[in-house]
DNA sequence: TATGAATGAGGATTCATTCAT
DNA sequence: CATGAATGAATCCTCATTCAT
């Protein structure tokens, strides 16, 4: 569970908007160990104790702030999947691939905080979410679009695609490699299709 | 530099090694945060005093750690790559990739312990180097091998076998998700494969 | 700046009236080094973390009470200079010397925690500040009085005068020699007048 | 007690000198209380367990500062107290203090980490006797030359001319103000003179 | 005697969390 | 609801001292 409850007065969904926000800032600025609450609480303009208000405690922060990154990834993709839906396949990949790039551009602090401040092994719950519904995703594209190969295929097919695309596209957001964005679309695009199984 | 004294006395090198193997387990069990240096001298049935006759503090454990890592990796990768220098292409990268995956999976706590408990912000200074010295070998390898694509190619693709090449077979160990290793092992080869820029 | 947080609550200046009041008994007692942080929290019936509320850290505890100490003393010391001003030379730097012991004595402890039990090479900024100020003061009275001597001279009284006065004072104050408090003032009295420089 | 044992060999001796050499380096360099004993061993190029062969403890070595200090000292300022004894009263006061200041010159380090590194209320012992010794040699002064006040002064002027002589040429070897040798002896014989009690 | 590895109590400081106001 | 003072366990690290070799 993460939030201690849901406020609906307008007064304190700002107040939790601060906290979350302070939280990135805090994050990013002094890593997941020297984020304090005090921290957060001051950058926020909030007193120590509001924190406790709304938050259970010190991870419950972490957790929404991975929840909103991860909600506001989704939004910004869907219109793309949307369009992605009635193109060819290769077009579609290329689709699909570009709005990842943008969505994850648009919030690079908020995903370097998380990616790169917080330990692996902590950011299991909600991140593991994505993985799965992404996972569950492609692997209904192969079965959509009549790709029976066997299941074992489509399993590997699936792990291996989900995870080159999503390190790839993140360590380009965030490394900023010295690669023009049209030739790292084309090279995963490529390595995408390689990975798809072939129909029988 | 990692130590604080080279210890002379074969008692010492043993308070050494008691200590780095203590790190590993506690750094694996509880993450990088709650790896004190209090927990790991008693895991290690050591005073807390004594770590610091040989770590000039606690990051200096983790350095130590990954530097062995490395340095046991690198061991045991020597041979395979000897080996693959006389081989056809695909052979070749074929031998490497088992090879790192037996590597890694001798070492699988001691990589679970850093890749997964430890931000990537914080990963030390040691496996940059790694990195480093990897696309290095790579690019030269391109060079070798009279594939003189532009450099802004190789460079690219470099960093694209690079991250792609580290990613999945460190996830491939420590995850260990439901792939026959062959498999796993064809897959990669030929993402790899289609990443190399072709001779002009 | 000594204190971390101005507190505006009652019960935060008590906190810290607390702390420091613990400081001088810890100080007094158990002299600079083995004044711990945990000792002081202790003698104050606070936590070691009330400590750090308002003060950055150790030393600044140390600091605050020695500018409480000058502040003291400075405020005990003024009527005296004022009425001081009124006398002809030699019975005014008498009225200043005995002012000066009655300030010294009422923060006899105090003085002994700072002065005794601190290395005279720590002896915080605020002490500095005050010689600095003396040493002005009694410059500028030498002006004021006509006697214009070449400047070395006047420096050197100056010098002399204060090192005399303070050490003197303090001493007699904190070793309690069996010396007739007037048969101390006379003398000291007669010291300065002799180093006072006469006037062309 | 100070030395654990008195060496006689020549080896052990040297020891002892190079612990002391190194103490006074120490402590000049870090502080009374960053004067650890390990430092003080390494610094000498002996064994931290060497150090309890010759000291109890480490205050044991400050000790054997202070006392090195105070014989070399004496040693320095006992032909000057001997030439004294033949000159008339005001010459005798001037062949001393120059005796003195140019005995602590020679000493300036020394004198400087134990009067300024170490607080004032762990000097006493050694540095008492001195004080003691020094006082009773003037006392006995004021008999021989038949200055024959009531005890009270002589005890007196006693007190107030060890406080200031010690104080004031302690502080103008060490803080090196500008005042010119000549005229600061001038200065203090001065003061030394007007303090002296006349005979009946 | 000398060594130096080992000790472990103790020190300064941090920080998630609580609770009286 | 909000505040912010207070908490106290936990953290990293130091250092005088001991003792097996």
């Given at each position: 569970m993460?939030?201690?409850?849901?406020?609906?007065?307008?007064?304190?969904?700002?107040?939790?908007?601060?906290?979350?926000?302070?939280?990135?800032?805090?994050?990013?600025?002094?890593?997941?160990?020297?984020?304090?609450?005090?921290?957060?609480?001051?950058?926020?303009?909030?007193?120590?104790?509001?924190?406790?208000?709304?938050?259970?405690?010190?991870?419950?922060?972490?957790?929404?702030?991975?929840?909103?990154?991860?909600?506001?990834?989704?939004?910004?993709?869907?219109?793309?999947?949307?369009?992605?839906?009635?193109?060819?396949?290769?077009?579609?990949?290329?689709?699909?691939?570009e709005?990842?790039?943008?969505?994850?551009?648009?919030?690079?602090?908020?995903?370097?905080?998380?990616?790169?401040?917080?330990?692996?092994?902590?950011?299991?719950?909600?991140?593991?979410?994505?993985?799965?519904?992404?996972?569950?995703?492609?692997?209904?594209?192969?079965l959509?679009?009549?790709?029976?190969?066997?299941?074992?295929?489509?399993?590997?097919?699936?792990?291996?695609?989900?995870?080159?695309s999503?390190?790839l596209?993140?360590?380009?957001?965030?490394?900023?490699?010295?690669?023009?964005?049209?030739?790292?679309?084309?090279?995963?695009?490529?390595?995408?299709?390689?990975?798809?199984?072939?129909?029988?």
């Amino acid at each position: 569970m993460t939030a201690r409850r849901r406020p609906r007065q307008e007064r304190s969904q700002q107040t939790v908007d601060r906290i979350v926000a302070a939280g990135v800032r805090v994050l990013a600025q002094h890593g997941y160990q020297h984020a304090s609450t005090n921290r957060i609480a001051t950058e926020a303009g909030v007193s120590p104790g509001s924190i406790y208000q709304y938050f259970a405690d010190k991870d419950a922060i972490v957790a929404e702030i991975t929840r909103r990154l991860v909600d506001e990834f989704a939004a910004a993709l869907t219109p793309a999947l949307r369009r992605a839906a009635s193109r060819p396949r290769g077009e579609a990949t290329r689709v699909v691939i570009e709005a990842v790039l943008d969505a994850l551009g648009q919030h690079a602090d908020l995903l370097r905080a998380i990616v790169d401040r917080i330990p692996q092994a902590e950011q299991v719950a909600t991140l593991q979410d994505v993985r799965t519904r992404l996972s569950d995703a492609i692997f209904n594209l192969f079965l959509i679009q009549g790709i029976d190969a066997d299941e074992d295929a489509l399993t590997r097919a699936t792990w291996m695609i989900v995870e080159v695309s999503e390190h790839l596209t993140i360590r380009y957001v965030l490394d900023a490699p010295a690669i023009a964005r049209e030739d790292f679309v084309a090279d995963l695009e490529r390595v995408i299709e390689g990975l798809t199984p072939t129909p029988r």
